[in-house]
């Protein structure tokens, strides 16, 4: 029998709105499980938002994911803002999972990646989010490059190179927090510090630099 993470979410002020609870989530994706012959693995994040992918359950799943070691075949979402509420940070988890072999599953979309119509919804998407990415890049470089003619640093630790801040945004748009990390390590850039990079780093530094970047982009 397959096996698939199912993830389940709720924000704080979604715990008690109709639809959007974990129960009715959980029933969902047991009920397509059932239907498709999946036994499933339940991972959760209660109280949280979907603003960014940086969630202790949503991680922790995609690292299961990643292991060589895997022993489920994909991640199945009853709906798709319950995994991504941005396309962009969506379409980074199907790059993912295409890279990585595994199966991403969002029921209210009909997007299910083990199936040819699944994977054509998922393209579709692909296209979108890759355009909008491309536009966000093009608003932010021209930002980037009109605040370094000012002298203006955009957030990066005193003694960390803007390649290598730089290169971690990159390396996030596709890759978990540990993944990132690992990367990092292997191609030899370290921290501000001097030290190896770990999920926890990569995500404070991830949170400067984006904050910092917003704020140019938004003055």
């Known amino acids: 029998m397959t096996t698939m993470i199912g993830y389940l979410r ?29 036994d499933v693995i339940w991972y959760e994040d209660a109280g949280l938002s979907a603003k960014s992918l940086d969630r202790p359950q949503l991680q922790a799943a995609l690292t299961r994911l990643h292991s060589k ?3 489920a075949a994909g991640i199945v979402v009853a709906k798709l803002d319950r995994l991504s509420r941005s396309v962009v940070d969506f379409a980074s988890v199907l790059e993912l999972a295409r890279a990585q072999g595994w199966a991403l599953v969002a029921i209210d979309l009909g997007v299910d990646t083990s ?17 909008e990415r491309r536009v966000i890049g093009e608003r932010t470089s021209a930002a980037m490059q009109a605040a370094k003619r000012r002298g203006q640093r955009f957030g990066f630790p005193s003694a960390l190179p803007e390649t290598t801040g730089e290169r971690l945004l990159k390396l996030r748009a596709t890759h978990t927090l540990a993944c990132t990390a690992t990367r990092l390590n292997a191609e030899g850039l370290t921290t501000a510090t001097g030290a190896s990079w770990t999920a926890n780093t990569v995500a404070k530094v991830q949170k400067r630099i984006s904050a910092a970047m917003e704020a140019v982009v938004e003055a």
Not at 115 to 131: D, H, I, K, R
């Open 10 to 38: 709720v924000s704080t002020e979604e715990q008690a709105s109709s639809g959007l609870g974990l129960e009715a989530q959980r029933e969902s994706i047991r009920r397509y499980a059932d239907a498709h012959g999946w």
């Open 69 to 71: 070691k895997r022993d």
């Open 115 to 131: 199936s040819p119509t699944g994977e054509l919804v998922a393209n579709l998407m692909m296209s979108v989010a890759q355009w």
